[in-house]
């Protein structure tokens, strides 16, 4: 997997699927016919831009679909419409199947040195509403939203910004713009890429209407007590929703168009008439007409499957469903078809650095107490009972498919070891026990370590039940706690949680060009040390800096991948980097590439029966393209 951005002096970038090959013949999408024919909506050569995005369905052993339909999905809360915009994928670059980065809103990109980047749009590309999709959009965002202290009070995105500055931004044309840093900036182009991007364009025509630089406040006054907000300001924010994707009223580029209103209890999308995608026969993609969001209680979505309710989930699915899906396959006329998750491990415990107590702190700062736990864990007893084996029995580390698997960093305090184990927790003065076996802390506390999860996961609680056993082997007493998901990660960055089990490393499968977010102290999001992230996130202004040598370490890499000139430098910091973290069990893996079913119906094409479903890279749904999925009659 390379990521094609190049080193060169000027990299252009171009998104078509097959240079130089002319635009097809354009065939009007069914849905649109009756409303093309009274006027009521350009016909599909009016529709899509200019020069759009042909995809090549061929290479990829895909077939050309034919347009209608409705998938019906489920999911769990109102807010998760956003997944939508996750799913859907439309982004200005994006990953392709290989996870290379190419552009796919844009039609090119001139790189120059990881510094200057210009951005070409396609020329006629509209928004879902039909205004058109200009270099307006991203002045808009820049000059008006990200630059504006009502809007942005805490600035412009943290990606946008290098050693807390921020690029010149110039417009040259209504298709052209360009950003330029005084340094490099080589997280910019694969952010635009991710699951959830910073969308650095926004729909003006649409939210001036909402902007104080535009209209007299005074007139939004009535929307503002409809809205209850008590300003402008947070007006124009609630509106402003291009990835919670509740807002039916602001237009989008996704493939499908939410329609439903704010907060409902399901949601119906329907297809973007403006989409930029078209297959090599002419079709306007998407090829699925409607898409049915059902709010079911996360334990019912299995058995709502097997009754033949949706059409594909994977969400809210796991692998411990598996044998009832199975069975289910003939009522509900579908397919079990079992991928692998893509995250650098299923489930992770982080010993928090952070944590209130000294004296736990001072424990999990320890990287013998960590690898100690590690070597407590029995994980094939884990893979086997849980997965029935077919999961890998390695710590967090990349996986197969990157460049930068290695068994050595998988295995890395991997082994089940309690003897071992034992005598290092021993030499760290932890020798006295109670009368159950449990060690004592030097001021007489029981070594008690609270385990807490977002209780979304069967196989998390499952697993911490099995670890709790081989923990007591080596004198460590777990006490398991699940919480609400956002509790949890608030707990995490007020210091507040010893050790929460998560998902290891949401990009399993870097590349050089990655950044290594996952590695280093730079985001709060990071359970290991959410106070270093947030201090680094932040400029200093929240949280604090590193304490230990080996984060300070793992920071200035982090620091210099970010100026690296080439490639082969990126990827020389990735292996240090991978190596220091392999060594020192920031995060300690059960189980990595788990089993992860995807209920799809026999009537659904093109969808691949092998895949690997992840957040990082790829938006899970994303990079498999929905928007080519389509129904056999």
Known sequence: MKLFLGLLLVAGLAATAQPGRANPALQETPLFEKQVAAGELPPVAERVPQEPLVVDLAARERSVGTPGGTLRTFITRPRDVRYMVVWGYARLMGYDQNYDLRPDLLRAVDNEGNRVYTFHLRRGHRWSDGAPFTTEDFRYFWEDVALDPDLSPGGPPEVMLVDGKAPKVTVIDEVTIRYEWEKANPRFLPALAAARPPFIYRPAHYLKQFHAKYVDPKTLEPLMAERKARNWAQLHNGLDNLYNNDNPDQPTLQPWVTVSAMNSQGYELTRNPYYHRVDAEGHQLPYI????????????????VTLGEADLQVRSISFSDAPVLKQGEAKGKYRTWLWSTGYGSEIALYPNQNYNDPAMRELFRSADFRRALSLGVRRTTINKTLYFGLAKEVNVAPLHGSPFYDPALSNAWAEHDPDRANKMLDALGLQERDGDGTRLLPDGQRLEIVIESAGERPEESDAIELLAEMWAEIGVRVIYRPLDRDILRN??????????????????????????????????TNFSWPEWGQYTQSNGVAGEPPQTDVAKKLLALFHDWEEATSEEERREIWHEMLEIQADEVFAIGLVSAAPQPAIVSERLQNVPEKAIYAWEPGAQLGVLRMDEFWFAP
């Open 289 to 304: 007409d409607h898409v049915e969001l059902t709010i079911a209680a996360a334990g019912l979505i299995p058995q709502k």
């Open 491 to 524: 707990k995490v960055y007020a210091g507040q949680s010893m050790m929460p089990v998560w998902y290891g490393w949401n990009n399993g499968i870097p590349t050089p060009e990655a950044p290594p977010v996952d590695l280093a102290p730079v985001e709060q």
